[in-house]
């Protein structure tokens, strides 16, 4: 990115409010707290912005674009700023602005005989969840932040959640987008169609590209009939050999109607029971792992009930597990999916930890997991592994909590040598060290070594061919 020559804030802060109003640029110069934007979820990262920019809609958005590429600003997009790779805020170097989504919060159209939902970028998930249903549709994407995380955010990280194991991530639920390009041209994809096999599929670049080639300023997304009944059940096993073989039984049992399979340690468990004071201990005794499953299908809660009882006893007779509840009310269910999600909040309370997003075949996943604690006690003594995640997807949250004693400042600088193990491991195993998170910051220098040259030299020419001049999130990613 080349800064600009003579670069006068002032006069560029006077043609952004020219264009959206003074209301809707907010800078520092003037007073206005820029903090919530310019720093990450988790506190990592943070980077100087010459404004926020908070633009109504996308006409506005290709404005503000034009400006900044005419006059070499650089544009940081930015959703509900919920994101994990420090990728929604400015990096240091030259001016960058934050365009922030939130004001394009329009749900435009649900169409239910189309099953599809179209959406402007910075709807929260949680509305769209709540419109959909309240057109007796479903849509799918779930995760801890989605109150506050909005769908262009969710594109834009190709977000995955605790759904993904009967629907798919984000990229299988997006039918069309629309972007407004590095240049401010926008292009229309917005279509709502299953099937359209006319050239590239140029929708597809823009899911899961951290903002750096564009900004999404609406989507048609898939939806699915409401279902009319869910069970949720929790269950305690030895070894995670048996989480796997439990897995494969329950979804061969219940088949497209099991929906959700997560893994958490039983450390996991309790780090979210000394925090959150109440959170009740599902099971009896303690168990070295735990499952959460549910399922949910179009019929009554008792049939379903009564199939999933049928398949988790079948499970306990065959030791795919040891231990097994299931939630007798909608509350009861609440409360389980409540533990499961409140584990990143614990880690957070906790002092921070060194986060991993891995994936792997689900077939080498215990292989992985038994390998690798010893290991890491061995380099790092006292290190305590919080392992938890989306084990139906074979996404593993191999997340790792400072030893006792040690400052949260002083774990996060053992952070290359903590990762080197585990991701050298992943890559041996052929697995992904950014299964739903993206790369933003926190990874580039990481994915630059795991990815092979081919594969970087690729997404090298099509970053430069849609934004040659380097200004569409810099710094993130490549
Ligand atoms: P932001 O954080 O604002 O931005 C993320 C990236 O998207 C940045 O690169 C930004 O530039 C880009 N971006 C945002 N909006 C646009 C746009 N309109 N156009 C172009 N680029 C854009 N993630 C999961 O995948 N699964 C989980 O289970 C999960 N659980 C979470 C739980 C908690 C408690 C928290 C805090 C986060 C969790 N996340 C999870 C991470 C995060 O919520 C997701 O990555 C989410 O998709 C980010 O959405 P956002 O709107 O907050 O995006
Ligand atoms: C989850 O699965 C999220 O809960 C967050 O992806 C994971 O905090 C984390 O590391
Ligand atoms: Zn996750």
Redesign the pocket.
């Known amino acids: 990115m080349v800064p600009p020559v003579r670069f006068n804030p002032q006069a560029w802060l006077a043609e952004a409010r020219a264009l959206i109003g003074a209301a809707h640029v907010l800078s520092a110069d003037r007073g206005d707290d820029l903090s919530a934007c310019t720093r990450d979820?988790r506190n990592k990262f943070e980077g100087p912005a010459l404004a926020v920019l908070r633009p109504a809609d996308a006409g506005e958005v290709q404005s503000l674009v034009r400006l900044a590429a005419r006059t070499g600003v650089a544009i940081?997009?930015?959703?509900?700023?919920?994101?994990?790779c420090g990728?929604?805020v400015p990096t240091a170097g030259g001016p960058q602005a934050i365009l922030q989504?939130g004001r394009l919060d329009r749900i435009l159209e649900i169409d239910p005989g189309n099953n599809t939902a179209t959406v402007e970028?910075g709807c929260i998930l949680q509305t769209l969840q709540e419109q959909a249903a309240a057109a007796g549709r479903l849509f799918p994407l779930s995760?801890?932040?989605e109150g506050s995380?909005?769908i262009?955010?969710?594109i834009?990280?190709n977000?995955?959640?605790?759904q993904v194991l009967r629907y798919g991530n984000m990229r299988d639920l997006v039918l069309g987008l629309e972007v407004v390009l590095p240049d401010g041209e926008r292009l229309d994809l917005l279509r709502g169609l299953r099937k359209d096999n006319t050239g590239y599929d140029l929708k597809q670049l823009f899911i899961g590209a951290?903002?750096t080639l564009g900004?999404?300023t609406a989507a048609t997304v898939k939806l699915f009939p409401a279902p009319g009944a869910e069970v949720v059940a929790f269950a305690g096993m030895s070894s995670i050999g048996q989480a796997v073989r439990l897995l494969g039984a329950m979804r061969a049992r219940l088949g497209e109607r099991f929906t959700a399979f997560e893994l958490m340690s039983g450390e996991a468990v309790e780090l979210v029971r000394s925090h959150f004071p109440g959170t009740p201990a599902p099971l009896e005794g303690r168990w070295p792992w735990h499952v959460l499953m549910e399922a949910t299908d179009g019929g009554s809660d008792e049939a379903l009930r009564e199939a999933m009882q049928a398949a988790l006893m079948a499970c306990l007779e065959d030791g795919c597990l040891e231990d097994v509840v299931l939630a007798g009310s909608l509350a009861q269910g609440q409360a389980l999916w409540a533990l499961r999600e409140n584990i990143?909040?614990a880690q957070q309370m906790d002092g921070g930890n060194i986060k991993h997003d891995i994936s792997l075949p689900i077939s080498r996943i215990p292989a992985f997991v038994e390998q690798m604690l010893p290991r890491l006690l061995q380099a790092f003594p006292g290190a305590r592994p919080i392992v938890y995640g989306h084990l139906g997807d074979g996404n593993l949250h191999f997340n790792v909590s400072a030893p006792a004693g040690i400052a949260p400042a002083a774990w996060q600088r053992e952070t290359d040598a903590v990762n080197q193990l585990i991701h050298d491991a992943v890559a041996e195993m052929r697995g992904s060290i950014s299964a739903?998170?993206?790369i933003?910051q926190l990874k580039r220098h990481e994915m630059a070594l795991y990815k092979t040259p081919a594969e970087l030299e690729v997404m090298r020419r099509i970053k430069q061919a849609l934004d040659p001049q380097g200004l569409m999130?810099p710094g993130?990613v490549l």
Do not use: D
């Open positions: 979820w940081v997009p930015q959703g509900g700023n919920t994101g994990m990728a929604s989504l970028a995760l801890g932040a995380c909005q262009g955010g969710n834009a990280t977000a995955g959640g605790v951290e903002g900004i999404i990143t909040h739903e998170h993206g933003g999130n993130k």
